[in-house]
């Protein structure tokens, strides 16, 4: 089976399971740090993937990790995917589930990279442009330095990009030059 189906069905299964027992947005919380992956994760990888490491301690470690309540939604799930030899698996149904969440509550994800820190009035400008873009979305906005744009700022939303770097003029007029 592919994938990419597997994990959107574990994802999807989680995201019913979580709306009939009425806590899918603490869920979305605990499985957003999963998502966007965290230094350690190498280290959980091996013991969810180690055939010596017992079902239960493997659970208790995701448990920990994600600060999943005993007998939780969450604590349930984590155990049936740890049986279903499925925990390789984890991250990419965190994705889809948190992909899920923000489709069905009108969450959009703004990234914003810049080569160095933004005043906050400009990062305040470039949410309220994307604002008047979504009107009716609520916006998750995360900030992140990456020197690698020289100046300027990259903004994502979804699959769109804009990118207003140095680096991205720079390579555009190389492009230029030797077109």
Same mark, same amino acid.
């Given at each position: 089976?592919?994938? /990419?189906?597997?994990?959107?069905?574990?994802?999807?299964?989680?995201?019913?399971?979580?709306?009939?027992? !009425?806590?899918?947005?603490?869920?979305?919380?605990?499985?957003?740090?999963?998502?966007?992956?965290?230094? !350690?994760?190498?280290? $959980?990888? =091996?013991?969810?993937?180690?055939?010596?490491?017992?079902?239960?301690?493997?659970? =208790? $470690?995701?448990?920990?990790?994600? /600060?999943?309540?005993? !007998?939780?939604?969450?604590?349930?799930?984590?155990?049936?995917?740890?049986?279903?030899? =499925?925990?390789?698996?984890?991250?990419?149904?965190?994705?889809?589930? $948190?992909?899920?969440?923000?489709?069905?509550?009108?969450?959009?994800?703004?990234?914003?990279?810049?080569?160095?820190?933004?005043?906050?009035?400009?990062?305040?400008?470039?949410?309220?442009?994307?604002?008047?873009?979504?009107?009716?979305?609520?916006?998750?906005?995360?900030?992140?330095?990456?020197?690698?744009?020289? !100046? /300027?700022?990259?903004?994502? $939303? /979804?699959?769109?990009?804009?990118?207003?770097?140095?680096?991205?003029?720079?390579?555009?007029? =190389?492009?230029?030059?030797?077109?």
């Amino acid at each position: 089976m592919n994938d /990419g189906l597997i994990p959107k069905r574990y994802a999807k299964a989680l995201y019913k399971l979580a709306v009939e027992n !009425g806590d899918s947005q603490e869920i979305y919380e605990q499985l957003k740090p999963l998502s966007q992956g965290f230094s !350690g994760l190498d280290d $959980v990888k =091996r013991v969810l993937l180690n055939p010596y490491v017992k079902e239960e301690d493997k659970g =208790r $470690v995701m448990m920990q990790l994600l /600060g999943a309540k005993p !007998g939780s939604s969450l604590d349930k799930f984590l155990l049936l995917v740890i049986r279903n030899n =499925r925990a390789e698996m984890l991250r990419k149904i965190a994705l889809a589930y $948190v992909a899920i969440y923000r489709e069905k509550h009108d969450i959009a994800k703004v990234e914003i990279s810049s080569a160095t820190e933004l005043p906050p009035s400009q990062t305040d400008a470039i949410v309220d442009i994307v604002r008047k873009l979504m009107p009716t979305a609520t916006l998750e906005v995360e900030h992140s330095l990456d020197p690698d744009l020289i !100046g /300027g700022f990259t903004v994502k $939303v /979804g699959d769109l990009l804009l990118d207003a770097s140095i680096k991205n003029e720079l390579k555009k007029l =190389r492009l230029k030059l030797l077109s």
